[in-house]
């Protein structure tokens, strides 16, 4: 049978080139070299310098691997936050990163936003004690793309307060102003198209000064993942413990890939979709976009409603080799989630939207 395509918002379809490196990774006896050795410090030193290159990441700023992004979340907040942290709350994923400022026992503070709608940034009020800031971009609950002169403003209007962005489902397409933001984060397993189980965390000069300062009061940062820690062995291309070798190196083949092919293309392909989809949405009678506001509609997750129910469709889609997003959480079987990422090509997404003129 044919290879089914991944349509899912994460895990999705895996980047083209993936198994061609898989299979030169076994050859090259990647999944048994040494994280302490020259070919792996090779390795973490030409992923750290292409993805900086890919996201226009200043030299300044540090890149730390985790094993997620909800990791990055826990550590964000153990590291910049003492006591309070504001987060806007959009949707699921959004929320969590909240949860885990409760669960870690601060003082944190929500913006709590209409699932599928955004603020006038303008009028929303930040406490003035806040330490840290969070966003994230995209919500993939919800497919609310968090306008980036929105979080660029509140920098503006905050320059004392830290900001960390969660750009998992925008990666690498989002085009973000790093030297306004603190910590920038994201999992490989949707915008990268590798397997999961790695995380990436970019962080300013100024956070990893103030995760040193919570330190040098006896405060708790963590522990072998504080971002003392993560700094130190970052300075040796090495991290502090046996990280995701083959995931390190598959990161460093794709981002290569993706330098090859050239960011502006990504983007400009992940518009051209983007615009093919929403169109074809907005003329069938049976669907409706969730996001009404046009400008704050994703363009690499597309969110549907379902009137007449999700799964049906879903099924049907699967049985034609694709296979598609459920709603996220309560909205399981009342929307479609579609991913659109670089992995997806134009040619499959319009053999997709042929399968739903057959519905
Ligand atoms: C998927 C997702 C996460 C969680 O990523 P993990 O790698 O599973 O930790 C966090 N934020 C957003 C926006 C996501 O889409």
Redesign the pocket.
Known sequence: MKKPIFFT??PSQLYPTVEKHIKTAFEENIPSISHRSARFHEIFQSAIKRIRKLLGVPNSYAIFFLS????AMERIIQNTVEKKSFHFVNGS?SKKFYQIGIDLGKNSCAENLEMGEWCDIKNVRIIPDAELITF?Q???STGVSIPIKDIESISVRHPKILIAV?I??SVPYVNLPFEKLDCVFF?V??GFGLP?GL?VLIVSPRAVEKANFLKNRGLSTGSYHSFDALYKQYQKYQTPETPNVLNIYLLEKITKDMLHKGIQNIRNETDEKAALLYDFIESRTDFSLFVNNSQIRSKTTIVISTPHGSQEIIQFAKNRGYILGSGYGEMKDRQIRIANFPAHNMKNLKKLLNIFNHL
Request: proline share 5%; aromatic share 6%.
């Open positions: 918002p994460g997620s992004a909800t990791e994923f994230t995209n919500e993939t969660d998992v489902s999992s397993q949707k999961s995380g």
